[in-house]
């Protein structure tokens, strides 16, 4: 079945050509940015500093530098003017991999566009091809409302999204640094970061996060220990048990925040205890003892 999303992403992304193109020169027209097509010195063509895009997979790319030296660049990608040269608009993963394919020329679409239409191009591409992380989604919507003031339903719909999505991938940037990470390289889904995001106690938060990352946690299942962390904090909050010391709950939880796991202190008395790191695995191990600057012997 057709999603009703990509239908609004190719409509958002055809309909900003004759825009800039008005707003550039009023006597020109779509078919006119159409037909700008050109061959252009890679080397002459600066990356696109709006590019939401923050990380490249060597494989895919070198996957796709391999297709071009075979057939060549099928799609060209979209450039602006600027000074003596030009700025990529859309289309970095083609232009790298014409660079790693050993290609000096690449075909290019010269288009007129403002620094916001930039942004809005390459944000629109990637959500088209689903490529983006959900950091770097979220990111590129901050960007196109905080650098060009803009609504969460005016940013929706210069990328063809609803509302409801722009302000969901936004709130993911509300979650620790440690999880921010492990979405970005793909240790969590956004499915695990919404679950997760249910939780408004940050020791919790994080508790469930590190059962995610050693059991390997499906989204069904995190979502039913939220619920069920959620429960027991409202039964908790009406009978007050007495509580850990706060200083020893923001000691495991900065320690949780810095070493990227579960941290427990269990006091023994008051000047002494005990401190558990737990790891999944040996390399999991090896790379905590790595963070604690800790040196296997030979």
């Given at each position: 079945?057709?999603?009703?999303?990509?239908?609004?992403?190719?409509?958002?992304?055809?309909?900003?050509?004759?825009y800039?193109?008005?707003?550039?020169?009023?006597?020109?027209?779509a078919?006119?940015?159409?037909?700008?097509?050109?061959?252009?010195?890679?080397?002459?063509?600066?990356?696109?500093?709006?590019?939401?895009?923050?990380?490249?997979?060597?494989?895919?790319?070198?996957?796709?530098?391999?297709?071009?030296?075979?057939?060549?660049?099928?799609?060209?990608?979209?450039?602006?003017?600027?000074?003596?040269?030009?700025?990529?608009?859309?289309?970095?993963?083609?232009?790298?991999?014409?660079?790693?394919?050993?290609?000096?020329?690449?075909?290019?679409?010269?288009?007129?566009?403002?620094?916001?239409?930039?942004?809005?191009l390459?944000?629109?591409?990637?959500?088209?091809?689903?490529?983006?992380?959900?950091?770097e989604?979220?990111?590129?919507?901050?960007?196109?409302?905080?650098?060009?003031?803009?609504t969460?339903?005016?940013?929706?719909?210069?990328?063809?999204?609803?509302?409801?999505?722009?302000?969901?991938?936004?709130?993911?940037?509300?979650?620790?640094?440690?999880?921010?990470?492990?979405?970005?390289?793909?240790?969590?889904?956004?499915?695990?970061?919404?679950?997760?995001?249910?939780?408004?106690?940050?020791?919790?938060?994080?508790?469930?996060?590190?059962?995610?990352?050693?059991?390997?946690?499906?989204?069904r299942q995190?979502?039913?220990?939220?619920?069920?962390?959620?429960?027991?904090?409202?039964?908790?909050?009406?009978?007050?048990?007495p509580?850990?010391?706060?200083?020893?709950?923001?000691?495991?939880?900065?320690?949780?925040?810095?070493?990227?796991?579960?941290?427990?202190?269990?006091?023994a008395?008051?000047?002494?205890?005990?401190?558990?790191?737990?790891?999944?695995?040996?390399?999991?191990?090896?790379?905590?003892?790595?963070?604690?600057?800790?040196?296997?012997?030979?």
């Amino acid at each position: 079945m057709t999603s009703p999303k990509k239908k609004a992403l190719g409509r958002g992304l055809d309909t900003l050509f004759p825009y800039t193109a008005k707003a550039a020169a009023p006597d020109a027209s779509a078919a006119d940015l159409s037909t700008s097509l050109k061959n252009i010195a890679i080397a002459s063509i600066k990356t696109n500093p709006y590019q939401p895009r923050r990380s490249f997979d060597d494989e895919k790319l070198a996957e796709m530098s391999a297709s071009i030296k075979e057939r060549g660049v099928l799609q060209p990608i979209l450039v602006k003017s600027i000074g003596q040269g030009f700025q990529l608009v859309a289309g970095e993963r083609r232009l790298r991999a014409a660079k790693l394919a050993g290609l000096t020329q690449i075909p290019c679409l010269v288009i007129h566009a403002t620094d916001e239409q930039c942004l809005e191009l390459a944000l629109i591409e990637n959500l088209q091809r689903e490529n983006l992380n959900p950091i770097e989604e979220a990111k590129g919507y901050e960007e196109l409302i905080v650098k060009f003031g803009l609504t969460q339903e005016e940013a929706a719909a210069r990328v063809g999204k609803e509302r409801s999505t722009v302000a969901n991938s936004l709130r993911l940037l509300k979650l620790p640094p440690t999880i921010i990470e492990d979405l970005e390289v793909g240790r969590l889904t956004s499915g695990h970061a919404r679950a997760l995001l249910t939780i408004d106690d940050r020791r919790l938060q994080a508790k469930l996060w590190a059962q995610i990352v050693e059991k390997d946690l499906s989204v069904r299942q995190t979502e039913a220990i939220a619920r069920e962390l959620k429960e027991k904090k409202s039964i908790a909050g009406k009978k007050k048990p007495p509580s850990r010391p706060a200083d020893i709950c923001e000691i495991e939880e900065r320690m949780m925040g810095a070493l990227g796991t579960r941290v427990q202190i269990r006091p023994a008395s008051k000047t002494a205890g005990k401190i558990v790191i737990s790891y999944s695995n040996l390399d999991d191990m090896d790379r905590i003892l790595e963070i604690l600057g800790i040196t296997q012997g030979d």
